[in-house]
């Protein structure tokens, strides 16, 4: 059964810090590996989506890592800004359609 | 265009009431996700739709939570006796198929509050 866990669950940094938050999971066999931001109250907006062929995703100031063998996944976020205080989690699809979520990083950039 | 939409925002009702809970998927997209997220964590897989037909109902609790999507399009889930233990913000997501490349997009989500 496919556990994924995030660490810290909490993270405070000052504005412009390049940073980094952890995800892992317990079973190798991803099909892929989403990364995903939520607001307070509001829904899910992906950021990234990492094939199980690939080993990096990148979208402006976020880049996403895979490493299936170790059961790791990164997403650095460079020169962060307030903007980007959010909960962020990452999702394994192990080929059932269905994703299994972390429960999240609370991210807050200072200003 | 239009993302996917929830209605209602919020439901509060009573415990042992008949809840539904209404989904609006990006048009033409064809494989609907729902979702439940309780407070602190991860949201926890539902029930999967491709077309009209269930493909995965293993993430319902009990048989007190049915989903519908009759037409392939929006969906409803239905949730019988409420209980306080089903308090949480209700998601859905859908993507363009269920290809191992499409992204789900997800809605606001609806906060079901049972007193």
């Known amino acids: 059964k496919q556990e994924v866990t995030q660490i810290p669950a909490a993270l405070s940094v000052p504005e412009g810090e390049n940073l980094v938050l952890n995800c892992s999971f317990t079973d190798s066999a991803i099909y892929n590996l989403q990364w995903f931001r939520q607001d307070p109250g509001k829904g899910l907006t992906s950021l990234l989506l990492i094939q199980s062929s690939q080993r990096e995703q990148t979208s402006g100031r976020l880049n996403a890592s895979l490493d299936k063998s170790s059961g790791r996944s990164t997403l650095y976020i460079a020169a962060s800004q307030p903007g980007d205080s959010a909960t962020y989690l990452c999702a394994a699809d192990s080929g059932t359609y269905k994703y299994i979520f972390g429960t999240g990083t609370r991210l807050k950039v200072l200003a | 265009g239009a993302g996917v939409s929830q209605t209602p925002s919020n439901k509060v009702t009573e415990k042992g009431k008949y809840v539904e809970l209404r989904c609006d998927p990006i048009?033409?997209?064809?494989?609907l996700y729902w979702y439940r997220q309780s407070l602190g964590q991860g949201p926890e897989f539902l029930i999967y739709?491709?077309?009209?037909?269930?493909?995965?109902d293993s993430g319902l609790p009990n048989d007190r939570f049915f989903a519908v999507r009759p037409e392939g399009s929006v969906s409803t889930l239905k949730i019988q006796r409420t209980e306080r233990g089903d308090s949480a913000v209700y998601l859905c997501?859908?993507?363009?198929?269920?290809?191992?490349?499409?992204?789900?997009?997800f809605g606001p989500g609806t906060r079901l509050t049972v007193l």
């Open positions: 048009s033409g997209h064809t494989a």
């Open positions: 739709f491709q077309g009209t037909g269930a493909a995965d």
């Open positions: 997501a859908s993507s363009l198929t269920a290809g191992r490349t499409d992204t789900q997009y």
